[in-house]
């Protein structure tokens, strides 16, 4: 009955848990944190190492040498020094059609008499179209080229400012044959200008392609050439008129400009895929509406019409279109597979 069937309370503890060992032991460490400034055992001493491949301790074999590793193509991490650069956005201009281009297109409608107009006009669709069929079949060639040979593809990658120097000669080769109505008209300037301009573009657009796997260009390609299609078989079987809306289309191809410029300021200092991304899926949504409303503006039965003179501005301005749009489905499917 004298003795009590609980355990000692913290403060009846008779003692320590362990007696004082004989001998020249050291003391065992106290529980908790150590003193500051103490050594650590079995750390070493400071300074410490300052890599995150240092061994800790001398003899030790280092850690793991730095990437690339064998197989991976690229440096694990955020986009930052050291690591490849984004692919280079597409081009950015806004669509624009000259007032002296347009005229009406009553005397140009299938449901008229005029059959002289029509036949003119059958033969100014089939030039547009062998004239954008030789473009594409340049452009397909160049991005071939540029994906499939090696060498041209480190080239390309490497020295960027070949890429700038096509975009400010695509760019001026454009406002001249958008702005200027002789060199646009007049043969063989026309041509030449044309010329140039497809060249120019094409070779931006095998260089953007080279930045993406071959899988994702053939897709690319082929969601581009199903969505032109159906386009253009929506624009000649459809009653809805595109033409009535230009106003709506000025203001939709200065928002996508305003929003590449924008989107471009913001890449060059943070690399934001989101972003990317969302003026990607914005870029291909206009522009297979700006490439109905040229089709449209092509066929000539509506409220508005391309002159038969232009046949260099229509041919150019569906060339742009088609090529935006494998640009922008380019980003997205490349993005998602990466």
Same mark, same amino acid.
């Given at each position: 009955?004298?003795?009590?069937?609980?355990?000692?309370?913290?403060?009846?503890?008779?003692?320590?848990?362990?007696?004082?060992?004989?001998?020249?032991?050291?003391?065992?460490?106290?529980?908790?944190?150590?003193?500051?400034?103490?050594?650590? *055992?079995?750390?070493? +001493?400071?300074?410490?190492?300052?890599?995150?491949?240092?061994?800790?301790?001398?003899?030790?074999?280092?850690?793991?040498?730095?990437?690339?590793?064998?197989?991976?193509?690229?440096?694990?991490? $955020?986009?930052?020094?050291?690591?490849?650069? *984004? *692919?280079?956005?597409?081009?950015?201009?806004?669509?624009?059609?000259?007032?002296?281009?347009?005229?009406?297109?009553?005397?140009?409608? +299938?449901?008229?008499?005029?059959?002289?107009?029509?036949?003119? #006009?059958?033969?100014?669709?089939?030039?547009?179209? @062998?004239?954008? +069929?030789?473009?594409?079949?340049?452009?397909?060639?160049?991005?071939?080229?540029?994906?499939?040979?090696?060498?041209?593809?480190?080239?390309?990658?490497?020295?960027?400012?070949?890429?700038?120097?096509?975009?400010?000669?695509?760019?001026?080769?454009?406002?001249?044959?958008?702005?200027? &109505?002789? $060199?646009? #008209?007049?043969?063989?300037?026309?041509?030449? @200008?044309?010329?140039?301009?497809?060249?120019?573009?094409?070779?931006?657009?095998?260089?953007?392609?080279?930045?993406?796997?071959?899988?994702?260009?053939?897709?690319?390609?082929?969601?581009?050439?199903?969505?032109?299609?159906?386009?253009?078989?929506?624009?000649?079987?459809?009653?809805?008129?595109?033409?009535?809306?230009?106003?709506?289309?000025?203001?939709?191809?200065?928002?996508?400009?305003?929003?590449?410029?924008?989107?471009?300021?913001?890449?060059?200092?943070?690399?934001?895929?989101?972003?990317?991304? @969302?003026?990607?899926?914005?870029?291909?949504?206009?522009?297979?509406?700006?490439?109905?409303?040229?089709?449209?503006?092509?066929?000539?039965?509506? &409220?508005?019409?391309?002159?038969?003179?232009?046949?260099?501005?229509?041919?150019?301005?569906?060339?742009?279109?088609?090529?935006?749009?494998?640009?922008? @489905?380019?980003?997205?499917?490349?993005?998602?597979?990466?």
């Amino acid at each position: 009955m004298s003795r009590s069937d609980y355990p000692p309370g913290y403060h009846e503890s008779p003692g320590p848990m362990y007696g004082p060992q004989g001998g020249n032991y050291p003391p065992p460490p106290a529980y908790g944190f150590p003193s500051f400034g103490g050594p650590q *055992p079995g750390q070493p +001493a400071a300074p410490y190492p300052t890599g995150p491949n240092t061994p800790l301790f001398p003899g030790q074999p280092g850690g793991y040498p730095p990437g690339p590793y064998p197989g991976q193509p690229h440096h694990g991490g $955020p986009p930052g020094a050291g690591y490849p650069n *984004p *692919p280079p956005m597409p081009p950015i201009i806004p669509p624009t059609i000259p007032s002296d281009a347009l005229s009406s297109g009553d005397e140009f409608a +299938a449901r008229g008499s005029n059959w002289d107009s029509l036949s003119i #006009r059958h033969a100014f669709i089939r030039k547009v179209y @062998l004239i954008l +069929a030789s473009q594409l079949l340049v452009t397909t060639a160049i991005v071939a080229v540029f994906t499939f040979v090696q060498p041209v593809r480190s080239f390309v990658q490497r020295n960027q400012a070949v890429y700038w120097v096509s975009y400010a000669v695509y760019f001026i080769t454009h406002l001249v044959l958008v702005c200027c &109505k002789g $060199p646009r #008209r007049k043969f063989p300037w026309n041509v030449i @200008l044309l010329s140039v301009f497809t060249l120019a573009l094409s070779y931006m657009t095998g260089s953007i392609s080279s930045y993406y796997d071959t899988k994702a260009v053939f897709l690319a390609l082929g969601i581009t050439a199903v969505v032109c299609i159906a386009v253009t078989v929506f624009c000649f079987q459809t009653k809805v008129d595109f033409t009535k809306c230009q106003g709506l289309f000025c203001v939709l191809g200065i928002v996508m400009f305003v929003t590449g410029i924008i989107t471009a300021i913001v890449l060059s200092f943070k690399y934001m895929l989101w972003l990317h991304m @969302l003026y990607a899926a914005l870029g291909a949504i206009a522009f297979t509406m700006f490439l109905a409303y040229h089709t449209q503006l092509l066929i000539g039965n509506r &409220k508005h019409s391309i002159s038969e003179e232009e046949y260099v501005f229509a041919a150019l301005s569906i060339y742009v279109d088609i090529v935006q749009i494998f640009l922008f @489905l380019l980003q997205i499917i490349g993005a998602s597979t990466k």
